[in-house]
Nanobody, 126 residues
Framework: QVELAESGGGSVEAGGSLKLSCTYSSRFYSRLCLGWFRQAPGKEREGVGIIDRDGITKYERSVKDRFIISQDNAKKILFLQMNNLKSEDTAMYYC????????????????????WGQGTQVTVSS
């Protein structure tokens, strides 16, 4: 089991930036997939981006070139730098982990992730 906790959400005007953090801890895992997800009111939870081993990242199309995922392995912190924010980015943002992933590249599907943080709200005003 992986424990996760997000921070850094808030309110920002369109065009602004926010940086989310997610601290995580786990006792043991063979391969750990970490990702950021979001859920807007009335919508399904969707993948924002993931980071795989060797720091390889993959993003949902609408945030590509605006959001950047990074990781501090030593401190076990996952980051999401969000730039040029738009009103449609307004959502509750979650970090999640899939420990002992046995597939290929880490997935962007929420259903594949077993452990979740409590979420942090991001509100973008236009």
């Amino acid at each position: 089991q992986v424990e996760l906790a997000e921070s850094g959400g808030g309110s920002v005007e369109a065009g602004g930036s926010l940086k989310l953090s997610c601290t995580y801890s786990s006792r043991f895992y063979s391969r750990l997939c970490l990702g950021w997800f979001r859920q807007a009111p009335g919508k399904e939870r969707e993948g924002v981006g993931i980071i795989d081993r060797d720091g390889i990242t993959k993003y949902e199309r609408s945030v590509k070139d605006r959001f950047i995922i990074s990781q501090d392995n030593a401190k076990k912190i996952l980051f999401l730098q969000m730039n040029n924010l738009k009103s449609e980015d307004t959502a509750m943002y979650y970090c999640a982990a899939a420990a002992n992933w046995r597939g290929g590249f880490c997935p962007l599907w929420p259903a594949e992730y077993n452990d979740w943080g409590q979420g942090t709200q991001v509100t973008v005003s236009s």
